[in-house]
T-cell receptor, first 115, second 115 residues
Framework: AQTVTQSQPEMSVQEAETVTLSCTYD???????LFWYKQPPSRQMILVIR??????QNATENRFSVNFQKAAKSFSLKISDSQLGDAAMYFC????????????FGKGTLLTVNP | EAQVTQNPRYLITVTGKKLTVTCSQN?????MSWYRQDPGLGLRQIYY???????DKGDVPEGYKVSRKEKRNFPLILESPSPNQTSLYFC??????????????FGPGTRLTVL
């Protein structure tokens, strides 16, 4: 079974600084997708970024980028120029490329942004 | 507006009183799923459905039932709720894309308390 591990239960960053959230996963599959979701205090789950395992290029969405190391099974999220609105719980998630679209989540990292 | 809706958003009930949490999506998505979120555990999948009349168990299906009679609706049924089912519940839907799983859209969540 696939597992997703987020080793940092909590992180903090100063406004305008850069922070990196860690995520590792375990799988024997070659076809899969990785995601970072943001959950602000409103509890809404918001997709931040998506990475296809077959793509070597790291995904980027504005201030958010990933460092995808397939051999190491690592998928970290970098937030540049952190803003107060980035404060949230961040979840790393894995989904198989097979017929079962099950999302397996890590336990989350709570990010605090200090003004 | 493309969205996933859940009702009710908040519910307090007593042990053993049957309840249903509704979920509806307006994006014509094939795939729908239910997750529960508990502190320190992240999100765990309860049940999922790949299409109408096709459902299967996720990681924590005990005590829950689902049905998929229509493409847009995927209700979660608790026949005899117990206090350990007190949780935050999310419904999600996704389409199948040529390149793999599409983005999973999440509902706003249902906060359930079982006394």
């Amino acid at each position: 079974a696939q597992t997703v591990t987020q080793s940092q239960p909590e992180m903090s960053v100063q406004e305008a600084e850069t922070v990196t959230l860690s995520c590792t996963y375990d799988t024997s599959e070659s076809d899969y997708y990785l995601f970072w979701y943001k959950q602000p205090p409103s509890r809404q789950m918001i997709l931040v970024i998506r990475q296809e395992a077959y793509k070597q290029q790291n995904a980027t969405e504005n201030r958010f980028s990933v460092n995808f190391q397939k051999a190491a099974k690592s998928f970290s999220l970098k937030i540049s120029d952190s803003q107060l609105g980035d404060a949230a719980m961040y979840f790393c998630a894995y989904i198989s490329g097979g017929s079962n679209y099950k999302l397996t989540f890590g336990k989350g990292t709570l990010l605090t942004v200090n003004p | 507006e493309a969205q996933v809706t859940q009702n009710p958003r908040y519910l307090i009930t007593v042990t053993g009183k049957k309840l249903t949490v509704t979920c509806s999506q307006n994006m014509n998505h094939e795939y729908m799923s239910w997750y529960r979120q508990d502190p320190g555990l992240g999100l765990r999948q309860i049940y999922y459905s790949m299409n109408v009349e096709v459902t299967d168990k996720g990681d924590v299906p005990e005590g829950y039932k689902v049905s998929r009679k229509e493409k847009r609706n995927f209700p979660l049924i608790l026949e005899s709720p117990s206090p350990n089912q007190t949780s935050l519940y999310f419904c999600a839907s996704s389409s199948h894309l040529a390149g793999g799983p599409g983005e999973q859209f999440f509902g706003p969540g249902t906060r359930l308390t079982v006394l």
